[in-house]
């Protein structure tokens, strides 16, 4: 028993201050302890000792005692301080996420087992080390063998798979790689799709293992971490841990026990940049323009780019970010200087143009030219890429059946009655679902209003699929999208060519490397322009370009249909004419010209409350507020203003991107934390930095 200390203990709740509590153990930053706070009792983490609160002894409670898990490191809770001041939240909302509670009795058994084996075997191996004779020795090395056996995750001493062999272009990009980092810099890996990129990353990763070092390799969906699996399991074995944000909190564990026993090389989605990462030498961002990095709810909003740009300068480790279509944040981080741009114009296979035919629907309509929602001309193409045995892709923004349903009699269109939109229809549950709260009814083709009949307007990618299906009787036909979830047999089966035509929503663009693709096809491809937003022209961009790319990967040649009823849009005449750098350097001088990112930066404050003239009005006091502070617009309704019986309204905040850019940041958390108080409306307004 020591004297009192006081230390202070992350807990993971939203508490915009560190909880002090007293104790006297020596327990350094990272132990992980029970406390409690409300009358309820959470596992914390101290974060170190602090000093003796100004409050009588008696409020200051105790530290209810030491949980028997493994420490968290000072590098993730850096991490956690860094994503939560750059994102402004709170480090316990950090830390809930990092590490999320163990939610059934059976995984806290689980849980259990594998911390007595892991105490188990420190325990031996110290026994081990202090034995003195041969025989005692080899007792304890075979008990240390069956309790690491026991607890699986040992990896292999070797390395299986030999180096990939680099082409001269590969061996180019990848010395001015080396290059970066030996200038402290980040490279910024711009490969056109089919490059072999990943053969780069493999080859630096391997590179990274040998020298003893860690990886950590991430990709934007959970879905080509899946297809990519197979290929790094060649190269790295046993090392190759994989890991997302649906992975329950057990997994979570093992994984991080397998991480802490030995080198890793680990694949996985944004959550994996708060697993307990060690000697990590190398971080990988493959697609880093995707903006499935960007997590929008809860808090952190972080954007798992970014953040591992700064694990990177936590861990000194080498940083390489990859795309096809690089993101303008990321260009422009290139210009000023701060990262290298490398790049790789040429495709593994050679060859391998994909074409582009715009077909225009209402000219086709006109001409009865359309047969539902494909048009003859499309038909053709994707009759004859069947028959020379290619397969076929076609994307629709859209998921369900019709995304919206009308009654023919009195025009009304039925209404989410928690959301301001449309419900979809999903003939296959013969339910009307609202894609944004979940909220379902039975769909009865009856109108609420006159009694007349509900008809489906438009086509999501379930009715997609049914038309294909009458369409082309031959094909094998499959469907991707968050309905049929990302299942990864539809993706092997499609990979080994068992289906013939694969209809999806956004997914489908993504990553992916399939052999006999010869034809992708957008559908209504307008639908993919809509937002009114300034980046929409550079996303539209990259989806299309990225969709493109899917397509001819082992040479010959590829078709890429756009069927749209705006096939004047300035986009398809960029991505036709092929001139990025013309296109980046349009892109950039407009942002420029207006302020907007790269080169400033945004903030988006989201007010969200059940009465709509209580919001109005408190969303016009807070604008004041903060644009008597610095530059605010606002408050305006989002395209969607009521979601789950909420209103919306929006105030956007630019800040210019220099040094004041962290003061301005505590000022504006300063101004709300202040308007919360004085106006009593706490629990209202979140706060969203770098939106995308
Ligand atoms: P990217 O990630 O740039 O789109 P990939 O790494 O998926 O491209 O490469 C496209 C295809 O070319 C893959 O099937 C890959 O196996 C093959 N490939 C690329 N580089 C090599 C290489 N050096 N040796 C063998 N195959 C390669
Ligand atoms: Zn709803």
């Not at 508490?15 to 006297?24: A, G, K």
């Not at 594998?114 to 041969?134: G, M, P, S, V």
């Not at 025009?411 to 979940?438: A, F």
Request: with cysteine.
């Amino acid at each position: 028993m020591g004297q009192t200390k006081y230390i202070s203990v992350i807990v993971p709740l939203k508490l915009d201050w560190i909880p002090t509590y007293r104790t006297d153990l020596n327990l350094p930053a990272g132990t992980r302890v029970y406390v409690s706070m409300a009358h309820k009792q959470y596992v914390g983490v101290v974060a170190g000792e602090t000093a003796r609160p100004d409050v009588p002894e008696s409020r200051i409670l105790p530290v209810d005692g030491i949980a028997d898990l493994p420490p968290v490191s000072l590098t993730e809770i850096r991490l956690w301080q860094f994503v939560a001041d750059y994102y402004m939240c709170t480090i316990g909302e950090v830390y809930k996420m990092a590490y999320p509670a163990l939610k059934t009795a059976t995984e806290e058994i689980q849980a259990r087992t594998r911390i007595r084996l892991e105490t188990r075997l420190e325990r031996l191996k110290e026994k081990f080390e202090k034995a003195r004779n041969d025989t005692t020795r080899s007792r304890y090395e075979a008990e240390i063998r069956k309790t690491v056996a026991e607890l699986e995750g040992q990896h292999d001493s070797g390395l299986p798979g030999a180096d990939p062999e680099l082409t001269d272009a590969q061996k180019a990009a990848d010395a001015e790689i080396s290059q970066s980092f030996a200038e402290g810099k980040i490279a910024l890996l711009h490969g056109v799709t089919g490059s072999g990129k990943t053969e780069i990353y493999i080859h630096e990763a391997l590179k990274t293992v040998r020298n003893g070092r860690n990886v950590l390799y991430l990709v934007p969906e959970i879905a080509i971490s899946r297809q990519l699996e197979d290929r790094l399991r060649i190269f790295f074995g046993e090392r190759l841990l994989t890991f997302h944000s649906a992975e329950t909190a057990v997994h979570r564990r093992d994984v991080a026990t397998k991480m802490r026993n030995g080198s890793y090389v680990l694949l996985g989605t944004r959550s994996s940049l708060f697993l307990p990462h060690h000697d990590l030498g190398l971080i990988i961002v493959d697609e880093e323009h995707d903006s499935s990095y960007k997590q929008d709810n809860p808090a952190p909003r972080y954007n798992g780019r970014d953040t591992a740009v700064m694990l990177g300068n936590i861990c000194h480790s080498d940083v390489i970010l990859g795309s096809a279509t690089p993101s303008l944040e990321s260009l422009y981080n290139c210009e000023t200087g701060r990262y290298r741009l490398i790049s790789l114009p040429v495709r593994y296979y050679g060859g391998g143009e994909t074409e582009i035919e715009v077909i225009d629907t209402i000219a086709e309509r006109k001409k009865k030219g359309m047969r539902g929602s494909f048009s003859i001309k499309l038909i053709d193409r994707i009759r004859k890429a069947l028959s020379e045995g290619g397969q076929v892709i076609l994307l629709r923004g859209r998921r369900a059946y019709s995304p919206v349903v009308q009654c023919d009699t009195c025009g009304d269109i039925p209404r989410c009655p928690h959301c301001n939109v449309s419900m979809s229809y999903h003939k296959t549950k013969e339910r009307l679902v609202c894609h944004y709260c979940g909220y379902s009814e039975p769909f009865t083709g009856k109108c609420h209003v006159c009694g007349g009949s509900l008809q489906p307007l438009g086509a999501g990618t379930q009715r997609i699929e049914e038309e294909a299906e009458k369409l082309f009787p031959e094909a094998r036909i499959a469907r991707l999208d968050s309905d049929t979830g990302q299942d990864p047999s539809i993706i092997k089966a499609f990979a080994k060519g068992e289906t013939n035509i694969l209809i999806g929503t956004q997914i489908v663009t993504k990553g992916f490397d399939f052999e006999g693709l010869k034809l992708v096809a957008v559908l209504q491809a307008d639908s993919l322009l809509g937002q009114q937003d300034f980046r929409a022209d550079e996303k539209a961009m990259q989806l299309l370009e990225q969709f493109r790319g899917r397509c001819a990967r082992r040479g010959g040649k590829g078709l890429f249909v756009i069927q749209t009823a705006k096939s004047s849009h300035p986009v398809y005449g960029q991505l036709q004419g092929s001139s990025e750098s013309g296109f980046i350097t349009g892109q950039l001088s407009e942002r420029k010209e207006f302020g907007y990112p790269p080169y400033s930066r945004i903030i988006n404050v989201i007010i969200k409350d059940h009465s709509e003239k209580r919001l109005d009005y408190m969303a016009g006091i807070l604008y004041k507020k903060i644009a008597g502070e610095m530059e605010a617009l606002g408050p305006f309704a989002p395209a969607i203003d009521k979601v789950s019986d909420l209103f919306i309204r929006h105030i956007r905040v630019m800040l210019p991107k220099d040094r004041t850019l962290s003061d301005k940041k505590e000022k504006l958390r300063r101004t709300i934390a202040e308007f919360e108080k004085s106006m009593t409306y706490q629990g209202h307004v979140t706060v969203d930095v770098d939106p995308v």
